[in-house]
């Protein structure tokens, strides 16, 4: 199971970290993550067992390196939509002659070990995100390329392109049927799966599902169900708004 990280600060990565997550994904797409933040993150993420990941925002060779080269152990490229894009994927993750990541683990050579570049190629991580009509129309062509990792569901982007409304966790619709797909073909290939999902209910039932690698929300969003919970605790019994000004004391 991975922890999600939304918001590029060392401290809130540290914590989730801390959570006892298999991993945490750093969201470089969606998320409020900037280049200069990447590695401060990625540091505080080390003081864990945790493994780093990053979704990168494109499926472009410079931002998969400079990734690897702060100290990902694993890069999920999103809207992968067939073979050539796998292929250009597992290319920048790879050094020669497997791929044609450049050479300069900045700080990966520092948490990797000296001797990072010698196993680096059969450690980092890499996983295509489907999440389009044309990833299905192409999944078995996906699923065949060479050193692909596992595939990574992004339910939002695949309910619209199949004409549902976004969102995640869903239980009827078109994406339940598409997950499906998803599983058999990538029994049938040998290669793992992973969905993202918003609730720990719904990534304990996708696991029973066969998925191997599942969310459950993201820092932002335990940040807003926790400070909304404590709200509605506080306030249980209210008889109305009142005086809430206080009396010029604090605590």
């Not at 004409?163 to 997950?179: E, I």
């Not at 609730?199 to 690698?213: K, T």
């Not at 929300?217 to 809430?244: H, I, Q």
Request: aromatic share 6%; hydrophobic share 45%; proline share 7%.
């Amino acid at each position: 199971m991975s922890g999600w990280l939304t918001v590029g600060h060392p401290l809130l990565a540290e914590a989730l970290a801390h959570a006892g997550y298999d991993a945490v994904t750093v969201d470089a797409q969606h998320g409020a993550v900037d280049d200069a933040e990447l590695l401060g993150v990625l540091q505080a993420i080390s003081t864990t067992d945790a493994v780093p990941l990053v979704r990168v925002a494109w499926n472009e060779p410079a931002r998969i390196m400079k990734a690897l080269d702060l100290g990902a152990y694993g890069v999920i490229a999103p809207m992968i939509e067939g073979p050539d894009d796998v292929r250009s994927l597992v290319a920048a993750c790879r050094y020669p002659p497997l791929g044609r990541r450049s050479h300069g683990p900045t700080r990966a050579a520092l948490y990797g070990g000296a001797d990072y570049p010698e196993h680096a190629n059969d450690e980092i991580l890499v996983v295509a995100m489907i999440e389009t009509r044309e990833a299905l129309a192409s999944l078995d062509a996906i699923l065949e390329v060479p050193g692909l990792d596992m595939v990574f569901v992004g339910p939002a982007d695949l309910s619209r392109a199949l004409g549902g409304p976004p969102g995640a966790d869903f239980t009827d619709g078109p994406v339940p049927t598409a997950l499906d797909r998803i599983l058999e073909r990538c029994d049938a290939h040998g290669v793992p799966a992973g969905v993202f999902c918003r609730s720990a209910q719904h990534a304990r039932a996708m696991l029973a599902r066969g998925f191997r690698f599942v969310t459950a929300d993201s820092d932002l969003g335990y940040v807003k169900a926790g400070a909304a919970a404590a709200l509605a605790t506080v306030r249980e019994g209210d008889d109305g708004p009142g005086d809430r000004r206080g009396g010029g004391q604090e605590g």
